[in-house]
């Protein structure tokens, strides 16, 4: 069966500080991938999704980046933390004929 | 630009009763349309898709009904339980590979 992983579970930056966040999928090849973030009473809001190595779609400019340097990984990067950042931010997969969407557990990020 | 509006961020009912959420769409040509739960601190988990072509779907308790002319979802909770007390979204989808984009939620919360 599929499973997706994702961590650190929470993690507290100073503002400035770079930030990695990483993501992989086990049990599938060739999964969509996104990262989507969840501000504090807010709707979850997609970030980027990559359909393949190296392909990466950026949906909202920021001063966030994404990577897929591996079939099942995907990265979230940032050089520069802003306190905007903060967030609970939620990768996910999906096979490739757009079936739903499978959640890790995410990473509630707090930039300090 | 494509919009997507859930009824009230929140919504109190009484256990026993049957709980309805509305999502409502525009500037969409959905192929189908995706129904998940989230509770707080976690990662949504997929409950129901529903394509154009269907009107309605059933799973156990949970009904979903999808009117393209009137470009809206109902989702129904029947015989309501407090366990069921989550922020539940919709997603619809166009066809292609494009990503999956969510409304912001209701919250729904059963009394006993």
């Known amino acids: 069966s599929q499973t997706i992983h994702q961590w650190p579970a929470t993690l507290v930056q100073p503002v400035g500080s770079p930030l990695s966040l990483e993501c992989t999928v086990e049990?599938?090849?060739?999964?969509?991938l996104y990262w989507y973030r969840q501000a504090a009473g807010r709707g979850l809001q997609l970030l980027f999704y990559?359909?393949?190595?190296?392909?990466i779609s950026s949906e909202v400019p920021q001063n966030l980046s994404a990577s897929r340097p591996q079939d099942r990984q995907f990265i979230l990067s940032s050089k520069k933390l802003l306190l905007s950042d903060s967030g609970f931010y939620l990768c996910a997969w999906s096979p490739r004929d757009n079936s739903p969407l499978h959640f890790g557990n995410g990473t509630r990020l707090t930039v300090t | 630009s494509q919009k997507i509006e859930q009824n009230s961020e929140a919504l109190n009912i009484q256990e026993g009763k049957t709980a309805t959420l509305t999502c409502n769409y525009t500037n969409y040509s959905p192929a189908y349309l995706q129904w998940y739960r989230q509770d707080p601190g976690r990662g949504p988990v997929f409950l129901l898709l529903i394509r154009e072509n269907e009107k309605e779907k059933r799973k156990e308790r949970l009904k979903v009904t999808f009117d393209t002319t009137l470009k809206q979802s109902l989702f129904h909770i029947t015989a309501s339980q407090p366990a069921d007390s989550a922020t539940y979204l919709c997603?619809?989808?166009?066809?292609?590979?494009?990503?999956?984009?969510f409304g912001k939620g209701t919250r729904l919360s059963v009394i006993a």
């Open positions: 997603a619809p989808r166009n066809s292609g590979n494009t990503p999956l984009v």
């Open positions: 049990g599938t090849s060739n999964p969509n």
């Open positions: 990559s359909v393949g190595i190296g392909q």
